[in-house]
């Protein structure tokens, strides 16, 4: 699977952006797709999962009422759509793949990675 993570950009504290990933058409319902985000200096944290059949969510504490994940089956595509954005979600932003023959299940483990987009909140 491939996937091509966008959207990323500079934004104040209180904007929304909202990041894009492009999932390779081959057998996309197939994958849990999860983002998550690296700020310099830190570990790498799981943000995000949504379950192949779209009804089933997961988020991190710090960005849940804020980020919403979905999932665009027409265009082979996931979105993270983040609002009241704050200084502490700057950092790069990935998605990644799992694959599993759990329909509804999410999963904070991948075996896939795309390159990441660049999020800055500045305060």
């Known amino acids: 699977v491939q996937l091509q993570a966008s959207g990323g950009g500079l934004v104040q504290t209180g904007d929304s952006l909202r990041l894009s990933c492009a999932v390779s058409?081959?057998?996309?319902?197939?994958?849990?797709i999860g983002w998550f985000r690296q700020a310099p200096g830190k570990e790498r944290e799981f943000v995000a999962s949504?379950?192949?059949?779209?009804?089933?969510?997961d988020y991190a504490d710090s960005v849940k009422g804020r980020f919403t994940i979905s999932r665009d089956v027409a265009n082979y595509r996931v979105y993270l759509q983040m609002n009241s954005l704050i200084p502490e979600d700057t950092a790069r932003y990935y998605c990644?793949?799992?694959?599993?023959?759990?329909?509804?299940?999410?999963?904070?483990?991948?075996?896939?990675w795309g390159q990441g987009t660049l999020v800055t909140v500045s305060s």
């Open positions: 058409r081959r057998n996309f319902s197939t994958w849990v």
């Open positions: 990644a793949a799992k694959y599993t023959q759990l329909v509804h299940a999410t999963t904070r483990n991948y075996d896939f």
């Open positions: 949504i379950s192949r059949s779209r009804f089933n969510t």
